[in-house]
Structure formats: C-alpha cells, structure tokens
C-alpha cells in the first residue's frame, strides 16, 4: 500500500509542477486574469470545453492562441460569422477525379474541426444552426457526414469566445450547446496596473515566444489520475444537494431558485463539479475532495446551465447571483 500511495504522491507533485509551469508560461503573454487561465486550465485537465465571454478586446482570443503555443498541439481556429454554414466547419464531400483513370469519386474533405484544439471565435456571431453543429463533436469527440463516422483524435477541445448576447448581432446558444461546455469563464476588464503591463508589451514592439510545455499524451496522463482522485460519500452527497437546489419548487430549491429559475441545471452540471473539484483538490496536495473544492468551482459549472425567468430579466438578477445564493444556503451536511 506505501508503494501505491508513494507512486501517487510522486504523480500528483509532478501535475502541481506541470500546472504551475503551463500557468508561468502563459503569464508571460497574458497579464492579469488569473482566474480565468486557471479555469481553462482546470477544464482542459478533466477533458472539458470551456466557454469565454466578454466584450471584444479583453484577450479572450490571445489566451486561447497562447495556449496553443504552450500545448504541443494541432490548433485551428475558426471565426464565427453570420454567413458560416455547418459545412464550413465539419467538411463535406466533395467530387474529385482520378488522375490515371479519369474516374470521379466523392471524397470527404475534412474541416478545421479536425484538429485537437479549437478555437470557435465569436460563436455566437453564427446562426443557431451553425452553432448545433458542433454538438457531435463536442460530446463524442466524433463527426457523421454522409453515413460516416469519423473519430477526432484525442485529446479535443473547444475554446469558445462570445460576447455578451445584449450586443448587436448575436445569438444565443443553445441550451443543448451551452451544456456541453464544463465552464463558463467571464473574462473581466484589467485593472490600472496590469492595463499598463498591456500597453507596454503590445506597444514595444517585442515578440515574446512561449515554450512548449504539455503534449497530448501528458496531458491524457493528468485526466486520468484526476479521474483516480477521490470524492467521499459525504463530499458527493453536498455536491447534488447543491445541484439540485438549482431545480425549482424541488426539494432543496433556496428561495432564490424558486423566484428567478425557470430551469436548472443538467446532471452534466454535477459530473462537472466533481472533475473540477478533483483537479483542484490535486493543486492543493490532496486525494480527496473537500467541501472548499466544490464550492470553488460552483459558479464557472453552473452560471450556464441555469434558465432564469422572466422576473429576473426584469429585476436584474443573473445565474451568479443564484448560484451565491444557494451556496450561502446549503449547508454541508444534510439534516
């Protein structure tokens, strides 16, 4: 038993080291935002897409281009434009003709989604036709076209940019779409000196070039021993109880839930907790998810998988503030 818990105790030091190095090097290109890289960070370690919103020009799309040059991995990007059809992003079958014979076949050309990391720039900026394209592909890691099926190489993930939808010419995501995303990150804007910082490195006329830290394999290696980590009864039991009091006029729906949710969150919403809680629970040298886990990863998993009301547009009141609500309420051991 003290070779196991050696061995994984050497693991879980050398995925702290492998974090904080990837961390070090994307802070040499992105000032500030420090929650947010550790949220992709902590998607990407689970195996989850992760989705970024915020206005235009706050480095959603920088992060994202950074992390591929950290990450030795295929990288396509894709720029989500009104016009963009499901074909575009997919591929299609196409007539081609045999240069010996002069034979023509269809052959099916493939699109940037088959890559490894993809960057869906501005999604929804595409019609929700676009947009449902990439369902397939986000949860099963695969692509139909024409009665075939084609399997993306793994690991996969998406990196979604939006902004907010109150902006002109936007749609909404689908529910069916926002659920396949483990995160939802809201990149803010920068403080007086980490603005400064900017100002300096992008107006200096510097190229700082990243190192590549984490491959592929590796980084399949870092979600399974993620998946090994463990979630007790008692930890697992305050996790659903938080889910389900995102259910309103459910049995542990808060007040909150039951004035402003219309629909609350998936069972992806609580699988979400638990790999989430498990990476953080790693970072801080541990096997085992604590409560203090769960409830930091609370609101990224969730914030877009809840429906409000019709009285919350009308008040204001948006997921977070819910989500707060019901953490403040629940407590962590069931009466």
């Not at 370690?45 to 915020?54: A, D, F, R």
């Not at 929700?128 to 993306?152: C, D, I, N």
């Not at 190489?153 to 909404?172: C, D, H, M, R, S």
């Amino acid at each position: 038993m003290s070779t196991v818990t050696d061995a994984m105790t050497a693991e879980a030091a050398e995925f702290r080291e492998s974090f904080r190095l990837v961390r070090d090097e994307i802070g040499r290109a992105i000032v500030g935002h420090q929650e947010v890289v550790d949220g992709v960070l902590t998607a990407i370690l689970v195996g989850g897409h992760c989705l970024l919103e915020g206005v235009p020009g706050l480095g959603k799309t920088m992060l994202v281009r950074t992390l591929a040059e950290v990450l030795d991995l295929p990288f396509n990007r894709v720029q989500f434009t009104p016009d963009l059809m499901p074909a575009d992003i997919l591929g299609t079958n196409m007539i081609v003709e045999d240069e010996q014979s002069g034979r023509r076949r269809f052959e099916f050309q493939r699109g940037p989604v088959f890559t490894q990391l993809l960057l869906a720039d501005e999604i929804n900026r595409a019609t929700p036709k676009t947009q449902s394209a990439m369902l397939e592909t986000m949860q099963e890691g695969t692509v139909t076209a024409a009665g075939h099926r084609y399997e993306l190489a793994k690991p996969f993930f998406v990196l979604a940019t939006q902004n907010p939808i109150e902006q002109e010419g936007t749609y909404p995501l689908p529910e069916a779409q926002l659920d396949r995303f483990l995160f939802k990150l809201v990149v803010g804007y920068s403080n007086r000196d980490d603005l400064a910082t900017i100002v300096d490195l992008t107006t200096s006329g510097t190229v700082t070039k990243l190192n590549k830290i984490l491959d592929g394999p590796r980084l399949l290696e870092m979600q399974r021993l993620a998946r090994e980590v463990i979630l007790a009864p008692h930890v697992r039991d305050y996790l659903v109880r938080l889910t389900l009091a995102t259910h309103p006029d459910g049995p542990y729906a808060v007040d909150a839930t039951n004035a402003y949710v219309r629909w609350g969150s998936s069972p992806r919403g609580a699988q979400t907790l638990a790999l989430a809680a498990k990476v953080r629970a790693l970072l801080d040298g541990r096997f085992n998810v604590s409560f203090e886990d769960i409830r930091r990863v609370y609101v990224p998993s969730l914030r877009h998988r809840l429906l409000m009301n019709f009285e919350a547009q009308a008040e204001g009141i948006d997921p977070d503030q819910v989500l707060l609500k019901v953490l403040e309420k629940v407590p962590e051991k069931a009466d």
